[in-house]
Structures are given as structure tokens and as C-alpha cells.
């Protein structure tokens, strides 16, 4: 028993999100309670199957798993099991069907999923797109987009188990005809932040984007071709939005499919928020996840991984996790049913970095890649083994005889082994984080009364104390880059071996991604890290590397891509006055690598305005314009209507696209030529109306406000701006601030970038989306 092996860090963590408290918040367990809570309620699952088994027997050794931090289950079962709300799950998909009330069923399943701990997936290409008709109303579809927003507002409004906002992972095919705005709905920082998303990339387009060749564009109701894109132009499109900010992500879904273990159940459509567990609709997956640094054993030379341990270890969580599928209480019974007949588990690892660390062996070398198919390889062998010797005692899964798997053993468990990312996990078992390499070796942790603590790598503080290298000076070098590339003090073989992710190449991360692919029944969560100043080109070659090297989806994540306003790569002239970068060819602008998209970026929107809201007469009403302005003119426009109501969406629609169009360089008196007297039937014969329709409106408005810029008595050079309470920012279309976190919302500490979600491996606070 390894209690003691808990860290501080490990305790303040579990204290905070894991042991049981009263209603006032006051901690009632110790962590030695909540393993024996977990390790009794899954036990308990073996007297169904056999009356004269030992439960307590059984208990101990779960008890000692987990305490001796070899094995530990996802989030969910530490928390719940044997608790009230008794769901053990991490992950989930929900189908969300072409109907208003499919929509709004799968937002209420969410929300319960969510209340209950989970996170869920949804692919959203089976709704039809924008402008289509809608027979039953005689409107038009919105289209998925508009929908993620529902869902995101949902998830907004409940928090996980009490503690926490859930995730999501929303997913469109590529040949979806709103794939564009798809692409582009997480352009903007501040919009859908409940969501991860993820295109949904089928081998027909991965041939098209290599032939420069168009594809298809398929109607979701009618099946049927409806247009066309160049592929190779979408397929830019995607790697210029991830390289801007990390967003959208890439999901094979025909490698998905191929796996799919059990067709006949029908298509997977989704994976869960961080994208290793695909799963069809209404199924559900627990996840655990085996240390790797408990897996050595100390040598004359050094380390190496014990097989033997290794293997009676994915035998006793294979076991583990099979129980939990009955011992679970899902949120819905559509969920438990569709879970128990595949029985689905995914044991993955976490501590990889750690382990090469105390084997000598560089994260970015053949050997760690070699290393990584043969430790993966056993464990899903074992694993097989294991779920079909379960088998013999408890029986397969029942769809088990119409599976894909009538060649092989009989199993229990319908897929064995997913690779999670293990945040918080990880910090309770001391390792690093799933198979990423190590994030930074140190960094400087602020202590509630103000002193500053230097939380080192502890086998980058073994290797520093063994050299006689371990001192403030030291420290604090590293602590101050996060690397110890640049640290002369230390060898230069140290060097070689203790690489962060920032030390390694892009391709390196993907190539060490599809060594445990390889051998992996589900997918691999894995992010590849880019520095700042990586090209979209960069990001281009990881995206195709991944499809050419198998791997079934890739997330990259570019370093500080989200502190940028993300529409604003514009330069600043000597002056101090933004100007546009129009990129017309691929050798016209560097900073678009030779992706020829011919855009107009617009500079961003100031975080201080001041402006002038008018009332106008409408067919329909009142609109209130109000335009706003700084030194370089205006910058902002946005709409309300009054109590009569109007035409909000059409107004907001143009307010945005002039508001995009003048900070863009678009000339004044060009906005108010295209929209001026539009006219709205509702103006035809009403008297004294001030305009003929809510486009006009905003043109004369703008116009005027114009007028009275240049009439100011000011030098605009010399210009400064108010300093009072800013005009109200109703519609931004450029975040003011940015939403990139660095540093922890709850204790300050620097977070990590995994699987799509940010990580605080002080606290344990989490974010996806």
C-alpha cells in the first residue's frame, strides 16, 4: 500500500474534487476512504456472476491497484462509486436528429449526462443545412451551426456533478454543405467555448485533396450531390483555422468506421470531447489508465519495464473496468442498454514520458517509437486475453455473434484499449500526463501568502540531485523557459534525453501518436504542440503525416495561438495607424504560406470606443443604431429593435457585415452606396418614415456619424481616446480581449493544452472547448 506516495499537490487536488464533503463543503473521507469506497462498490459487481466469490478478497486487490498507483479508472468512478449518484462514466455520444424535437431531446440528454459527470459527443451532420426548407413550417433550416449555439448555452447553465461545466465535441462530415461555417464557427475566440470540434474527414476527400481535385457536397436528407469544393482549398481552410487557434480539429471517420466492431448497430458518427472514444449513439465507455512508471524495475544499469508486472496489471484493470460497466447507474436507459451490449472499455496509460525519462531514452527517438508499439502491443494482447478469459466465466458481449470479431477470440468487452488524456489522474499518480511528453521540467507555483515555490519534474529533481546540480540558480533557469535545452550547467547527454514538448519536432509527436495507434482498438489522444512562430505549412505536413501514418484523428495546438485576435494579422505602419494585409498569391504575403484564400483581414476592434446611438423609424418599429469609433474611424456597429419587434437577425446580420467591411479598409461612402435605399415592403405607405428599411437605416446612420468624425476639431494623429466607461460591446465581431489561458483562473498555476482542453496540474481545474 502506497498512500504515502501521494503528493501534496495529488492531496490538495483529490480535497477538491474527488472526497466526499457535507453540505457545507467540509471534506468527510480521506483518500484512503475513497479508494476503499471505489474498490467495495466494483468488488461488489462479482457476487452477480458468482455467489461464493470472496467480494472482500476482490475489494483488497482493487483497493491495492489503485493505492499502490499502478492502475486508476477515469474520473467519474472515483468520484461516484458508492455514492447517490452512482455514474461511473466519462464519455458518451448522443445522436441529434434531423427534427426540432430529436434536437431539443438530445439537449435535454445532455444536460443529464452533464449533471451526472459526463461529457458528451455529437455529430451534427444528419441535420440539413442552412437556407434548406422546412416542410412542416414553410420556413427554412438554420442549419448545425446555429444549433451548436443551443447546445453550448445548455452546457453553460449546468455544471458536472456540481462541480464543473461539462465538454463537448461536436462533429461535421467534410462533405456536409455547412462545412464552411463549421470550419469557421470557433474563429472567434469568445463563441461555442463549451465545444471542441472536430471535422469528420472521409478517405474519398483525402484522395481529392492529393488529386487537387473537387468533392462533393451531399444533401443530408435526400443523400444527393448539391455542390462542390476544390478540397484542396478546404482542406487549407481547416489547417489555416487550427493554425490561428487550435480549432477545428480532424477525425477519419472511415478508419473509425473500419473499426467498428459492431456495424450491424450502425455508423460511428462521434467521439467523445477529447476524441479517443469513438462510439455509436447512446453508447458510453469507462476509461483507466496504467502507470507506466510504476511498470519498471531498477536494474544494475538503470530501469526497465517489467513485462511481467505489466501484464498482471492489465489483467486485474480489464477486470476492474468490466465490473464498473455494472456497477455503473447511467443517466438515461437507452445509454445502459446500448453500453451493456457492446460492453465497451478502454484501459490506455499515462506516465510514458516519465518512463522514457528513467530509462534514458529521448521522447523524439527511434527507440521511444520502437518502445511504444511493443508496450502498447502487449497491452492490448493481454488485454484481448483477458477479456476473453472473462468471457469463458461471464459470456461475450451480447452482439458479440454479429461482430467483426467472429474470426477471433470470444470476448467480453467488444473494444479493450483507448489512449485518454489522464489530467487529473496524472497528478494523482504522479506521472506525467497520458503519452504527451512533458509539458515544462518546472515552473514557479504562487503560494496563498504570497511566497513563490519552484514544482520541479521529480525524475528531472532525481537526475539534478544525483549530478549535484539541484540549486536555486538552476532552478530557476529552467523554471523561467520550461526547458533545460538552454541550461549549459547540465550535460549535454542529460540534455539529449530530458526534451519537452517544445524540444520536439511536430512530426516527432505524430509519429509517436501512431506507434500506439497501431496497437490501440479506439483512437489516441494526443496533442501536437507547435511553437509560436510554426507556419499553417508546418500544421499542413503534421495533418497529413497523421492520415499517411494511420492515425485516426489529430489535434494541434500552436503556443499562444489564442492570445492573438484571431482575425487580426495585420501589420502596424510607422505611424502607429493598423493597416489591412490583402493576400492575393501565395507569394504576396508570408504570413499566409502559400495559402491563396484572396482575404482582407480586418484590424481588431479597439477594447475603448465612443459612439452615438440613434433612434430610426422602421416599417415595423424602432431601430436604435449605434455606430462607434476610435482614432482610425469607425469601428463597430450594432442593432436592437424596440418592443414592436422588426427584423432582429436581418439588422444584426448587416450591423456585423459592415461593422467586419469598415474595419477592413472599405471605404465610407462604398458601405452606404450598397445599402441605401433598400427598401422593406413594410415602409410602403407609412408616413414619415425616416428611412425605407433597416439596411438604409444603418447607412444613414453610419454616414452621418461619419459627417460628424470629421467635423471634430482634433488632429487625428494626436487623438486620444476617453477614458470613462466604454460604449457597451453587444455584438463584437472580434473578442476585445483575448481568451487564451495561460494561467489558471483558480490558483494562478501554468496550464497545459490536452486532447483539445487546457489542464492545471496544480489544482486540477479543466476546461474543453
Known sequence: MAIEEISKNALTVLEKRYLGKDENGNVLESVEDMFRRVSDTIAAVDANYDTSTNTRAQSDEFYELMTDLKFLPNSPTLMNAGRALGQLSACFVLPVEDSMEGIFDSVKNAALIHKSGGGTGFSFSRLRQSGSAVRSTGGVASGPVSFMKVFNAAT????????????????????????????????????????????????????????????????????????????????????????????????????????????????????????????????????????????????????????????????????FLDNVIDANNYPLEKISETTRASRKIGLGVMGWADALLMQGIPYNSDEAVELAERVMRYINNTGHAASA??????????????????????????????????????IIGGCSSGVEPVFAYAFIRNIMDGTEMIEVNPVLMAKLKELGLYNDDVLK??????????????????????????????????????????????????????????????????????????????????????????????????????????????SSCPTCDEIDFGHIEPRPRPDITRGFTEKMKIGCG???????????????????TGKAGGCPSQSEATARLVSVALRSGISINEVYDQLKGIRCPSTIRQQG??????????????????????????????????????????????????NEIHACPECGSVVEHEGGCVICRNCGFSKCG
Open 622 to 640: 424602432s431601430l436604435y443604431v449605434t455606430t462607434n469609433y476610435d482614432e482610425n474611424g469607425i469601428c463597430e456597429v450594432f442593432t436592437s
Open 156 to 319: 453553460e447553465a449546468v455544471k458536472q456533478g456540481g462541480t464543473r461545466r461539462g465538454a463537448n465535441m461536436g462533429v461535421l462530415r467534410i462533405d456536409h454543405p455547412d462545412i464552411l461555417d463549421f470550419i469557421n464557427c470557433k474563429a472567434n475566440n469568445s463563441e461555442i467555448t463549451n465545444f471542441n470540434i472536430s471535422v469528420g474527414i472521409t478517405e474519398a476527400f483525402m484522395e481529392a485533396v492529393e488529386k487537387q481535385s473537387d468533392y462533393d457536397l451531399i444533401d443530408p436528407k435526400t443523400k444527393q450531390a448539391v455542390g462542390h469544393l476544390s478540397a484542396e482549398k478546404v482542406f487549407d481552410m481547416i489547417v489555416d483555422h487550427a493554425w490561428r487557434n487550435g480549432e477545428p480539429g480532424i477525425i477519419f471517420l472511415d478508419r473509425l468506421n473500419r473499426d467498428n466492431v459492431t456495424p450491424s448497430q450502425g455508423e460511428i458518427e462521434s467521439t467523445n470531447p477529447c476524441g479517443e472514444q469513438p462510439l455509436l449513439p447512446y453508447e458510453s465507455c469507462n476509461l483507466g489508465s496504467i502507470n507506466l512508471v510504476k511498470m519498471l524495475r531498477k536494474t544494475l544499469t538503470g530501469y526497465e519495464l517489467d513485462f511481467r508486472l505489466l501484464g498482471e496489471t492489465v489483467e486485474k484493470a480489464v477486470h
Open 477 to 586: 533557469k529552467i523554471a523561467s523557459e520550461g526547458t533545460i535545452a538552454h541550461c549549459e550547467e547540465i550535460p549535454e547527454e542529460v540534455r539529449r534525453v530530458f526534451v519537452c514538448s517544445h524540444d520536439i519536432k511536430p512530426i516527432d509527436h505524430i509519429k509517436m501518436q501512431a506507434a500506439f495507434q497501431k496497437y490501440t482498438d479506439n483512437a489516441v489522444s494526443k496533442t501536437v504542440n507547435f511553437p509560436k512562430e510554426a507556419t499553417r505549412n508546418e500544421v499542413r505536413d503534421v495533418y497529413l503525416l497523421a492520415y499517411k501514418e494511420g492515425c485516426k484523428g489529430v489535434t494541434i495546438y500552436r503556443d499562444g495561438s489564442r492570445e492573438e485576435q484571431v482575425l487580426n494579422i495585420g501589420k502596424v505602419n510607422r505611424e502607429g495607424a493598423p493597416i489591412q494585409s490583402v493576400h492575393q498569391s501565395p
Open 689 to 738: 418614415m425616416s428611412c425605407t428599411s433597416c439596411p438604409d437605416a444603418i447607412a444613414k446612420v453610419v454616414m452621418k456619424v461619419s459627417k460628424l468624425i470629421e467635423e471634430q476639431p482634433k488632429e487625428r494623429a494626436g487623438y486620444e481616446m476617453p477614458t470613462e466607461t466604454p460604449v457597451p460591446q453587444r455584438h463584437p465581431i472580434v473578442p476585445a480581449t483575448a
Open 389 to 426: 478469459r472473462l468471457a469463458e466465466k461471464r459470456g461475450t458481449f451480447p452482439l458479440f455473434s454479429v461482430s467483426t470479431l467472429k474470426d477471433g477470440p470470444a470476448m467480453r468487452n467488444a473494444t479493450v484499449s483507448t489512449i485518454a488524456p489522464t489530467g487529473t489522474l496524472s
